[in-house]
Nanobody, 114 residues
Framework: VQLVESGGGSVQPGGSLRLSCLASGFSVGRYTMSWFRQAPGKERELVATIGDFTGIRDYAPSVKGRFTISRDSYRNSLYLQMNSLKSEDTAVYFC????????WGQGTQVTVAS
């Protein structure tokens, strides 16, 4: 199992980014997948989750209405579309696969600053 995030970078407040998480060793459509983030000096927090076969999505209150989690079974990838970014969204973002065990990617840095 391997998860590789990409798409992070620096953006001004109000801007957008799209994170990707390329999975291997399992099918993203068959398992619950999540995005987490960790800001400096803070604990890792759940950002968004997409259910396994149901595809039900859930979001942290701080990102609801601005972020969208999705996946593409053909590309075996998980995505996080982030709009209306704020400075408090600055963090390292990780994807997580809820398999027979939990698997994490290495993270991708998102910096929101003017």
């Amino acid at each position: 199992v391997q998860l590789v995030e990409s798409g992070g970078g620096s953006v001004q407040p109000g801007g957008s980014l799209r994170l990707s998480c390329l999975a291997s060793g399992f099918s993203v459509g068959r398992y619950t997948m999540s995005w987490f983030r960790q800001a400096p000096g803070k604990e890792r927090e759940l950002v968004a989750t997409i259910g396994d076969f149901t595809g039900i999505r859930d979001y942290a209150p701080s990102v609801k209405g601005r972020f969208t989690i999705s996946r593409d079974s053909y590309r075996n990838s998980l995505y996080l579309q982030m709009n209306s970014l704020k400075s408090e969204d600055t963090a390292v973002y990780f994807c997580k696969a809820h398999l027979w065990s939990d698997y994490w990617g290495q993270g991708t840095q998102v910096t929101v600053a003017s």
